[in-house]
Nanobody
């Protein structure tokens, strides 16, 4: 079992920045991926970004590429999502997820999920 706890959400004005963190604990796997997804009211959960266990491979949704950066601190078992140039359409609950397969851009490829953290971008 893997436990994930997100932090860092909040309210920010358009153009602002936030950094989300996701701390993993419990059982660990030698090859894994950690991803971020988001879900806005009335919409499906969508992929945002993923990073593999080495930190050497990352992927981003087109809507956030160039604005968001995912990184990992393996010593702390924590993954971060730096979000810059935030837009109102980035408003959503952001979820951290853990995949035992080592990669994934689809929610079905993830085995463990955090409770989510709210990000609101509004003037």
């Amino acid at each position: 079992q893997v436990q994930l706890v997100e932090s860092g959400g909040g309210m920010v004005q358009p153009g602002g920045s936030l950094r989300l963190a996701c701390a993993a604990s419990g059982r660990t796997f030698s090859r894994y991926a950690m991803g971020w997804f988001r879900q806005a009211p009335g919409k499906d959960r969508e992929f945002v970004s993923v990073i593999n266990w080495t930190g050497g491979s990352t992927s981003y949704a087109g809507s956030v590429k160039g604005r968001f950066t995912i990184s990992t601190d393996n010593a702390k078992n924590t993954v971060y999502l730096q979000m810059n140039s935030l837009k109102p359409e980035d408003t959503a609950v952001y979820y951290c997820a853990y995949s035992m397969t080592g990669w994934g851009t689809s929610a079905s490829e993830y085995d463990y999920w955090g409770e989510g953290t709210q990000v609101t971008v509004s003037s």
